[in-house]
C-alpha cells in the first residue's frame, strides 16, 4: 500500500469512528468520575483505562471495588465481562487478510466493540486495511483514556453525574450497533435470546455472570437458522 493510500485510508478511519469518539466521551467522563469517587487518583484512573479497555469490565470492577481490593474478584468479573472478545477477535480475524502476522494482536489488543463493529462493517464492502483500523482504534482509544483523565480531575466538581444522564450514553451506543448489524427476523430472534437469558440470569444468579449467558444465549440461537439452511440444502 502506498503512503498516500494508507493516509487516505487512515484518515477515512477517523472520520467513521468519530461519531463514536464523541458518543463514547461520556461514558468514559463517568467512569473516572466513579473511579475517583471509589479512591483511585488520575494516574491510577488513566493506567486502567490504558491497560484494561474495556469499558463494560472496568464499571463492573468499581462496582466491586473494596480497600483492599479483591484482585481474584475483580480479575473473574472483567473475564465473565470480556467473554465476548472471544467471539469478536473470532470474528474479526477473519477480516485480516491484510495485516501481516506481527499486526494482528495489537490489532486485537486495541478492540473494542465500537471500532470492531466498524471494522466488521468495513470488511462486508471492501478489504479491512491496517490504516483504516488504526484510524479507527488510535482515535478511540485516545479518547477513551483522555475521557477518563477528565472525570477523575473535574467530575466531582459536577457532583451526582447520574442526574445529567449521562450513563444512558452507554446502551445508546450499543443500540446503534446492534441496529448497524439488524439482518431482519434472524437478528431479532438473536436479541430475544440474549435478552431473555441476560434478565433471568441477572435477577436470580448475583455477579456478572448474565453477561455471559447473553453471550452464550445469542450465539445458539444463531446456530438455530444456520442449521435449517444447512439442512434444507
Do not use: C
Not at 10 to 23: E, H, K, M, S
Not at 84 to 108: C, D, V, Y
Not at 115 to 142: I, K, M, S, V
Not at 153 to 158: D, I, K, P, T
Request: charged residues 10%; neutral net charge; hydrophobic residues 60%.
Amino acid at each position: 500500500m502506498t503512503s498516500d493510500l494508507a493516509r487516505r485510508e487512515f484518515l477515512d478511519g477517523n472520520r467513521t469512528i468519530l461519531p463514536l469518539v464523541l458518543a463514547a466521551f461520556p461514558i468514559g467522563f463517568v467512569f473516572g468520575t466513579v473511579a475517583a469517587g471509589n479512591g483511585l487518583s488520575p494516574l491510577e484512573t488513566v493506567l486502567m483505562s490504558a491497560l484494561v479497555f474495556a469499558g463494560g469490565s472496568q464499571f463492573v470492577a468499581m462496582d466491586l471495588w473494596t480497600h483492599p481490593a479483591a484482585w481474584s474478584a475483580l480479575g473473574l468479573a472483567a473475564l465473565l465481562v470480556n467473554l465476548r472478545h472471544i467471539l469478536m477477535g473470532a470474528s474479526l480475524e477473519r477480516s485480516l487478510g491484510l495485516f501481516r502476522p506481527w499486526q494482528k494482536l495489537p490489532t486485537l489488543l486495541v478492540m473494542a466493540d465500537e471500532n470492531w463493529a466498524l471494522a466488521e462493517a468495513r470488511a462486508r464492502q471492501q478489504p479491512l486495511t491496517p490504516a483504516f483500523y488504526l484510524g479507527l482504534a488510535l482515535p478511540f482509544y485516545g479518547g477513551w483514556v483522555l475521557a477518563s483523565l477528565g472525570g477523575a480531575l473535574f467530575g466531582a466538581l459536577l457532583g451526582d453525574v447520574a442526574i445529567y444522564g449521562l450513563d444512558f450514553a452507554f446502551p445508546a451506543v450499543f443500540i446503534v450497533l446492534l441496529m448497524g448489524f439488524w439482518k431482519g427476523a434472524e437478528t431479532g430472534l438473536i436479541l430475544a435470546a440474549s435478552a431473555v437469558a441476560s434478565l433471568t440470569v441477572h435477577s436470580l444468579v448475583p455477579g456478572a455472570w448474565y453477561i455471559a449467558a447473553g453471550a452464550l444465549s445469542g450465539l445458539a440461537a444463531a446456530f438455530i437458522p444456520l442449521g435449517r439452511r444447512e439442512q434444507a440444502a
